[in-house]
């Protein structure tokens, strides 16, 4: 019998609410985080729009001169982690080092040894902000004037080793990258982990802050990106709309507390929902475009559901990839039909909650899996917003809770993300 396991944190940096609250509050009514680009100057650009994490203080969760030693995705990484620790009812300062390996003797609430604690990072990218910088002095001055720390600034890995280092966990850390599906396979590894009794505790989630020149023009370059609507960003996602011209690139972090659920329920833990199914798989088709008929998505999402123990029939609640570019939106629909049949996918309850936080790349399926836990927990499933014009003719005539949330309490929520190279993964997570 599979090991029982309990989310009992929440953390989340977002274009919609740097907090659990003012988050969930945003997705529910519909508040989109858009609007013009404010990093740089964005006039040579095709597409000037974004959705930036808004008024972030890094003091608020770490110590500011620590903060200056990090990437931005690396801060916000540790901001959401703290958030959910404390959420899970643990002490965000780290203890003193003592004894062999620089460990520490002091046991966590439940009686968790920070040995077998573990950080399950998604990433993307990694550090553009850092890379960019530090590219710019070496054209303009030459290798000798670039800062001596771009490298360990910049690597994907430094997220999960600042999360380590600020929580004091001694167990492994890993770093996922699959692209945009990195958070959900990081949080299905640290699932896989738990199962396997390789750790007892997990910090799991994605981080991303990719809103650089570099990153949204080589988008633009691609024609990936929205560029319809740079004098309306709130209207600039637009998923399974049929004026959708492209996404809108988004930052941020999800960070998500997993443990074996008996210790849970027996340290006395709030309980969000069960963390209860994962599924992985890869299209080998093409670099950037999924496969036209969803195949292997549906696959992912196929597994996910039989790695909970559950039908297909049970599951109330899907949270889309949506992107709200011309190829992933039909594509999608034809995924979950080809998933669920043509009167399944017509039953269930789907939004992207991407028409609102923007695509957040390597974040996008932590935060998407905040959002199923926190339908699961409160009965309301927040809306796609700008879904103004469905697009029946690209087959996208399923229900995707246009416009305004709706109270519909569910059993069991499916979460899916899709990630350049053909990645696909899916998670499942059940009420209490």
Known sequence: MQRKIAVTGLGVISPVGNDIDSFWSSLLE?????????????????????????????????DKKEARKMALFSQYAVAAAVQAWRDAGFDAAVPAESGEGGTSPALLPGGYDRDRAAVCLGNGIGGLDVFQDSFTKLMESGPERMPPMTVPLMISNEAAANVAMRLGIYGPAFTQVTACASGTDAIGQAMDLLRAGRADIAVAGGTEAAVTVFAMGG????KALTTCRNDDPTKASRPFDKDRDGFLIGEGAGVLILEDYDRAVARGARIYALASG?????????????????????????????????????????????TSTPINDPTETAMVKKAFGDEGAKRLKISSTKSMTGHCLGATGAIEAIACVKALETGWLPPTINLDNPDLEGGCDL??????????PVEAALSASLGFGGHNGALVFRRV
């Open 219 to 222: 988008f633009c370059r691609l």
């Open 278 to 322: 994962y599924g992985a798989t890869c299209d080998a088709y093409h670099l950037t475009a999924p496969h036209p008929e969803g195949v292997q998505g549906a696959r992912a999402l196929r597994q996910a559901v039989a790695d909970a123990g559950l039908e297909l029939s049970q599951i109330g609640y899907y949270n889309a990839h949506g």
């Open 399 to 408: 229900d995707y809770i246009p416009h305004k949330a709706i109270h519909f």
């Open 30 to 62: 519909g508040r989109s985080g858009a609007g013009p680009v404010t990093r740089f100057d964005a006039s040579r650009l095709e597409s000037k729009v974004a959705a930036e994490v808004k008024d972030f203080d890094p003091g608020l969760w770490m």
